[in-house]
Structure formats: structure tokens, C-alpha cells
Nanobody, 126 residues
Framework: QVQLVASGGGLVQAGGSLRLSCADSGRTFSRYAMGWFRQAPGKEREFVATISSSGGRTLYADSVKGRFTISRENGKNTVYLQMNSLEPDDTAAYYC???????????????????WGQGTQVTVSS
């Protein structure tokens, strides 16, 4: 069973950095693609970044490309999202998710992820 716990959110000024972590207490973490999604008040949940089960492939939303980096340590059952050059528009609750996904084109789709962690709030002040 996959149980995801996200952490690392907080309040930061524009231009600053945060690193989010998402840890899985189960034993099958390395089987899953991992994704980060975010949801701002009044908006739909949107894709941020994803990484394949081995860590060999990553994909980013255009809005964060070049600023955010997703990585994982399968030995620690943890996925990370390093967020640099943060902007006020990055303010949202950030969610990690795990999924068995066979097609690379499906990686950005929230419906393809079977397990979700609780959100961690990121607030970027201007």
C-alpha cells in the first residue's frame, strides 16, 4: 500500500526557493511514477512535474520549466520538488501523487495517479 506524506511548504518571498518532499511509508515506491500537482484557490488542480519510476524520465509544465526540478531517491522512498525563482503565481497547495503509468503521454494526467498525499501549502509573497 502506498501512503504519501508531503512536507516542505511555507511562506517565501518572490525569487526565493523551497524544496518539497513526499515520502512513502510503503514498500513498493520504486514501482510508481511520481507526480507533483498544485491547486490554487478557485482554480482547478494542475500538473507541475512528474518523474518515472526509475527516475530516468521527467516532464514539466511549461510554467515551471527551468525553475523547478523533480527528483527521487528510491532508497529513501522519497520524491522531491526543488522550486527556485518562485513567483506569486506559484502560490497553491501542492500535492504529490503515485501511479502505475505505462504511457509517457499519460504522465501529466491527474486521473492516471492512484495514490495522493495531503497538500502542502506554498505561499509566495510579492
Amino acid at each position: 500500500q502506498v501512503q504519501l506524506v508531503a512536507s516542505g511548504g511555507g511562506l517565501v518571498q518572490a525569487g526565493g526557493s523551497l524544496r518539497l518532499s513526499c515520502a512513502d511509508s510503503g514498500r513498493t515506491f520504486s514501482r510508481y511514477a511520481m507526480g507533483w500537482f498544485r491547486q490554487a484557490p478557485g482554480k482547478e488542480r494542475e500538473f507541475v512535474a512528474t518523474i518515472s519510476s526509475s527516475g530516468g524520465r521527467t516532464l514539466y509544465a511549461d510554467s515551471v520549466k527551468g525553475r523547478f526540478t523533480i527528483s527521487r531517491e528510491n532508497g529513501k522512498n522519497t520524491v522531491y520538488l526543488q522550486m527556485n525563482s518562485l513567483e506569486p503565481d506559484d502560490t497553491a497547495a501542492y500535492y504529490c501523487a503515485a501511479g502505475i503509468i505505462y504511457n509517457y503521454s499519460d504522465y501529466p494526467k491527474a486521473t492516471k495517479y492512484q495514490y495522493w498525499g495531503q497538500g502542502t501549502q506554498v505561499t509566495v509573497s510579492s
